[in-house]
């Protein structure tokens, strides 16, 4: 069978949980998703137009990402595999901080981390530029074996990781996170060329 010249991506956020209902900051942290979280996953798929069947699911091994993956459409062919490198943007000392408090305690990183969030990086946690880089990679990586001239891809992704990655597949700047997550959950699909992602690498290296 012949090599992928290109992929047609299917771009899935996971629900909300409690923590996103108590407006904790939340990362890498593993919870699972409300009800009402889950809910919003289900109309999402509901209303979406599949272009086809999924012949490979991207997901990372969070118990919200496992659940998300398990409520898309899939027939015999269709490969799920689990990537920890998938996983949410690392907030480090951030985890489970309330935004409230962080603004009290400090307004002025509270601003630079709504208004600028790509000019900041949580203490011991990664920068908007460093997790996007880890997920484009990995997702290259996961897609390397892929068959066929356009495969459909589904990537399962939790909120902070699907906007990073959103912002490259729809050529945003990192920095419009906060942006992308004002959207409605819903589903979308692009497609990418094989060679962009070579492109990326090497943008990536004329800049570093």
């Given amino acids: 069978m012949s090599k992928p010249i290109g992929y047609t991506i299917t771009l899935v956020r996971t629900g909300g949980t409690s923590w996103d209902d108590e407006s904790r900051l939340i990362g890498r942290t593993d919870l ?18 599949f ?30 595999k689990t990537v920890t490198e998938l996983s949410n943007v690392d907030l480090g000392l951030w985890e489970g901080v309330l935004a409230s408090d962080l603004q009290e305690r400090s307004p002025s990183t509270h601003a630079q981390w709504t208004e600028h969030p790509e000019r900041i990086s949580p203490p011991e946690g990664e920068s908007l530029a460093d997790a996007q880089d880890r997920l484009l990679t990995t997702i290259e990586k996961s897609l390397a074996k892929c068959k066929g001239t356009n495969p459909n891809i589904a990537i399962v992704l939790r909120p902070l990781a699907w906007a990073v990655a959103r912002c490259w597949l729809s050529g945003a700047q990192v920095g419009s996170i906060w942006t992308q997550l004002e959207q409605p959950n819903t589903l979308e699909h692009f497609h990418v060329m094989k060679s962009a992602f070579e492109e990326r690498k090497q943008s990536s290296r004329a800049s570093a």
């Avoid at 699972?32 to 137009?49: C, F, K, L, N």
């Avoid at 272009?51 to 991207?58: H, Y």
């Avoid at 969070?62 to 269709?78: F, H, V, Y």
């Fill in 32 to 49: 699972p998703m409300t009800d009402q979280g889950s809910d919003q996953v289900a109309r999402a798929i509901h209303e979406y137009e």
């Fill in 51 to 80: 272009p086809g069947a999924f012949s490979m699911i991207l997901v990372s091994d969070e118990e919200a990402s496992q659940r998300t993956a398990r409520m898309l459409p899939q027939n015999g062919d269709t490969k799920v």
